[in-house]
């Protein structure tokens, strides 16, 4: 960010509802800042610096507009994957979970900051993937938005 400010992830609580969603929150937006969606940067680089509210964002019919497209793309992607490409998504994922656990229980255990803050060995071993009968975002739901690949991965192809 241009002035170095950026917002925390206490300042996400508001629509994140929890320190967790929260985290995933300000890794989407940082991921988003530098996505090859223009609108998509802006809102993330306005909602990272403090000049938008994840709230403003997240009702703003162009980024809305923006949100929902990728995601179309997403979901297309996912329907058109070979069981072969599902497969080797899924042990992407796995790799990916498992060190979105390791960054987890380590962060938040810097200077100043105690016990709690981080996620748990017991709280991360509880976290798993969602069943996927045939892989990763193939036939995920309402939206087709599972895995890696949905909005704020990097994992694009």
């Given at each position: 960010?241009?002035?170095g400010r950026e917002v925390d992830q206490s300042e996400l609580l508001g629509v994140?509802?929890?320190e967790e969603r929260a985290r995933s929150l300000l890794r989407a937006l940082r991921?988003?800042?530098t996505g090859p969606d223009p609108k998509l940067r802006e809102m993330a680089r306005g909602v990272l610096r403090g000049d938008l509210t994840a709230e403003q964002a997240?009702?703003?019919p162009e980024y809305t507009a923006a949100l929902f497209s990728g995601a179309d793309k997403i979901r297309r992607a996912g329907e058109q994957r070979t069981d072969a490409e599902a497969r080797e998504a899924s042990e992407r994922f796995g790799a990916w979970q498992e060190a979105r656990r390791t960054e987890d229980?380590?962060?938040g255990q810097g200077p100043g900051e105690g016990q709690g803050q981080g996620v748990s060995r017991?709280?991360?071993g509880t976290r798993s993937a969602?069943?996927?009968p045939s892989g990763p975002w193939r036939h995920s739901g309402p939206g087709g938005l599972g895995g890696p690949g949905g909005l704020g991965s990097s994992g694009r192809r």
């Open positions: 960010m241009p002035d994140a509802k929890d991921t988003l800042s997240f009702t703003d229980e380590h962060e017991s709280d991360a969602p069943h996927q």
